[in-house]
């Protein structure tokens, strides 16, 4: 039974890379897995759940692997900025994390992914980064009168611009994500 969900998985993976996910329907995956329609919905509710299990999975392995090639004993405003920069590259080189920016499919994705697993929020920012977070509050290396939790979604909200590049304007869009996470950064360590 694992293996035909692994297969599913695997499948719609493939097809999703190459295809994108509005392209990809069920009975492409469930053609190429050699199943029944049927037989899909035994394992995942929706194309939107499979497809957000994958993103999740994608974007769990690019933020492990932006955390591994970072320095954390650097200056917290050049770790930012690598940290940003990393994953808006990783983001734009993988087909699957790039349909983020496609905010009329993700926004409905998301939206029925929560509604079906009784999520409020999904949480797509670096788990991980939270505890840096809280280990340089401890190290007095960035203030410690700001909640750990707010100091988060400072950083996803300038994650979120990302979304809004067009309307910010292309020409501009770089120097205002670097600028607006130093601004950022620099406000917790004064």
Not at 16 to 31: A, E, H, L, R, Y
Not at 92 to 100: A, C, H, Y
Not at 103 to 113: A, L, N, P
Request: proline content about 1%; charged content about 25%.
């Amino acid at each position: 039974m694992e293996d035909k969900k692994a297969d599913i998985f695997n499948c719609g993976k493939e097809l999703f890379s190459s295809k994108g996910f509005k392209d990809t329907n069920v009975s492409d995956i469930t053609k190429m897995v050699g199943i029944a329609v049927g037989t899909f919905y035994n394992y995942y509710s929706s194309k939107e759940k499979l497809f957000l299990d994958i993103y999740q999975q994608e974007n769990i392995a690019l933020k492990q692997s932006i955390m591994k090639s970072l320095d954390f004993d650097e200056d917290p405003v050049n770790i930012i900025k690598k940290l940003l920069s990393l994953n808006i590259n990783g983001m734009n080189s993988n087909t699957i994390l790039r349909e983020w920016y496609n905010r009329d499919v993700f926004s409905k994705i998301e939206k029925q992914y929560r509604e079906e697993n009784g999520v409020a929020k999904y949480d797509f920012v670096f788990n991980s980064f939270a505890e840096v977070i809280i280990k340089w509050q401890s190290e007095g290396k960035i203030r410690n009168d700001i909640n750990s939790d707010l100091i988060m979604a400072f950083f996803t909200a300038l994650i979120n611009i990302d979304t809004h590049k067009e309307e910010i304007g292309l020409q501009h869009f770089p120097h205002i994500m670097d600028y607006m996470a130093e601004f950022i950064i620099k406000g917790l360590v004064d």
